[in-house]
């Protein structure tokens, strides 16, 4: 392994724990504020790899993570069309990072994740990352980021955690 190859795997490892902690956060602020971390650590990873389009498009997810943070405190950042203005922009970074038909997989991904984050609910945003990061993970394995596939395994099982744990109590 080349010195390049252990930072880049080294820093996956980190952005692996970060996900892992975020979705066992209560709030959709405190996921997003430790998802943007580990994305801005997953953005390196890719480079490095030379997985281009996953890290372009996770730019866009970093941009993405930090409207949605401050959506409810500046008013424009709210308003209904963003969401699908950064799908958009994600689809066009997708195409113009083409690097093959595993592209639409984290350009999907991506793009469905951005919606769905725009929801101020947590309980939805877990349901939908089990559709985005099975996407994300079948991309990663065709890269291969070996840190990425764990990562979207984890993130998939942690979800399915929080599901449990946040479930609404069923009235007897």
Known sequence: MTPVEIIAHSLSVVAVILT???Y???????????LTLATSLFIVHYFLMGAYPGAILNIVCIIRN???????TVKPLAHKAIPYVLAVIIAGLGAL??????????????????VFMS???????????LLTCTMILIYN?????????????????????GLIRYRKKREA
């Open 141 to 161: 394995a065709t890269v291969p980021s070996w840190g990425g596939m764990v990562n979207e395994s984890i993130a998939i099982t942690s979800a399915i955690i």
């Open 20 to 22: 892992l902690i975020s």
């Open 24 to 34: 066992q956060l209560r709030t959709q602020k405190q996921i997003i504020l430790v």
């Open 119 to 129: 929801i101020d609910n947590p309980q939805l945003l877990r349901k939908s990352l």
């Open 97 to 114: 990072s083409w690097t093959g038909p595993e592209t639409l997989l984290v350009l999907f991904g991506l793009a469905i994740n951005t």
């Open 66 to 72: 930090i409207i949605y943070y401050f959506k409810k």
